[in-house]
């Protein structure tokens, strides 16, 4: 428990102290966010706000949990270890994405292909590495296994573990382009993804703490709803962490933001829950406690789709869904409160499924 404490901490105070001081270095490099011009008009005064504040997320996420760990004599386990590498290589892709759209004064950065292929790289190798390091009771950190809240014994090795394997990349790739691209259309307003964030990754740090205390490895008489995660504690020092830079960064992300994460923090994010729902076999849960952020991309699904299908006509006066309130006339702050809201709903109705779904083995 202390070295959660300790990684939030950690975490939270680099972001709160640390995000003031990258906003004048990137004031004093012109380094300002440009806004697409057929979004709302009201967004046009955002324009200039100074934007890549995922990088100061990023480095307080690897920070918090490295010295949560090390603080409290723990050594970084290879789940944690893992999910720093999808962090980190999903946040320098939105880097380069983020860094093309300054250097280059428009609102589009990486073009779609070089971006998919960045994500592919990054999504691929991790996948791979996540079947690897078993530990001295031969379990691995992610499972070739479907699972809801937790493996299902739908296994996509059932064909072969060559055929598993190739399955397994597919579906995480799957996965961490999905969240990706949630948790980025979400990143919409002023502190909306930062929050959503907040009360997933605290979810997540309830869920890995859980699941510690009930882990198949750590019981001396594994009962039959025990968790078989191989890292359950680091993870918790991770998702801590996450939640901890978050809370920190929200101080100056918050409506009227003084700096935007961009894609370097919305792509990391995105691709952390994916890793988390992965690594706690929370696969389909995952989809209920990031709820917010799957009805956001829904919306800019349905709105494409019916577009198409329809000749020109449209839902929402706007996709993704925030942007639809927008026009109808909402302040960007109630927007943002009531979103939070509903993704607190979520993260509760998640968590309660989460939990009964264990008081069914006792």
């Known amino acids: 428990m202390i070295s959660i404490l300790v990684s939030a901490a950690i975490a939270m105070v680099i972001t709160l102290l640390g995000t003031p001081l990258f906003i004048r270095l990137l004031v004093r490099q012109n380094y300002g966010q440009y806004i697409r011009e057929d979004g709302p008009t ?24 490295l010295l949560g760990n090390v603080l409290t004599g723990k050594a970084p386990d ?50 791979i590495l996540a079947l690897q390091f078993p530990n001295q009771n031969l379990r691995r950190p992610a499972s070739t296994q479907i699972s809801v809240v937790r493996d299902t014994g739908i296994d996509l090795a059932h064909w072969g573990i060559g055929i598993g394997i190739v399955l397994f ?13 949630a948790v980025n259309l979400t990143d919409g307003l002023d502190g909306l993804a930062t929050g ?64 935007f994460m961009g894609d370097t923090g919305s792509l990391a994010l995105g691709g952390a829950v994916a890793g988390i729902t992965i690594l706690t076999r929370t696969e389909f849960l995952g989809v209920l406690i990031g709820g917010l952020f799957v009805v956001v991309v829904m919306s800019s ?55 009964a779904e264990w008081l069914t083995f006792s």
């Open 42 to 65: 009201t967004h046009m005064t955002k324009r200039g706000t100074p934007t890549m504040g995922g990088v100061v997320i990023i480095v307080a996420v690897v920070v918090g949990y």
């Open 78 to 127: 290879a789940s944690g270890l893992l999910m720093l590498y999808l962090i980190v290589g999903l946040g320098l892709i939105g880097f380069l994405d983020d860094y093309i759209k300054i250097s280059r004064e428009r609102s589009l950065g990486l073009n779609p292909l070089g971006k998919m292929i960045g994500q592919a790289a990054v999504g691929i190798t991790w996948a």
């Open 169 to 181: 990349v597919i579906w995480a790739n799957f996965l961490i382009t999905a969240w990706s691209n």
């Open 196 to 259: 959503a964030s907040i009360f997933v990754f605290l979810a997540y740090t309830l869920i890995t703490f859980f699941q510690s205390s009930q882990s198949c490895q750590y019981l001396a008489e594994p009962t039959l709803g025990c968790y078989e995660v191989r890292d359950p504690r680091d993870l918790a020092i991770l998702c801590a962490a996450i939640a901890g830079a978050c809370f920190g960064f929200l101080w100056w992300n918050a409506s009227p933001a003084q700096i």
């Open 301 to 355: 699904v349905l709105q494409i789709g019916f577009f198409k299908l329809t000749g020109g006509r449209r839902i929402f006066l706007m996709a993704p869904l925030h942007h639809h309130f927008e026009l109808k006339g909402w302040g960007e702050v109630t927007i943002v409160i009531r979103f939070w809201l509903i993704a607190g709903l979520f993260v509760a109705l998640g968590a309660g499924v989460f939990y």
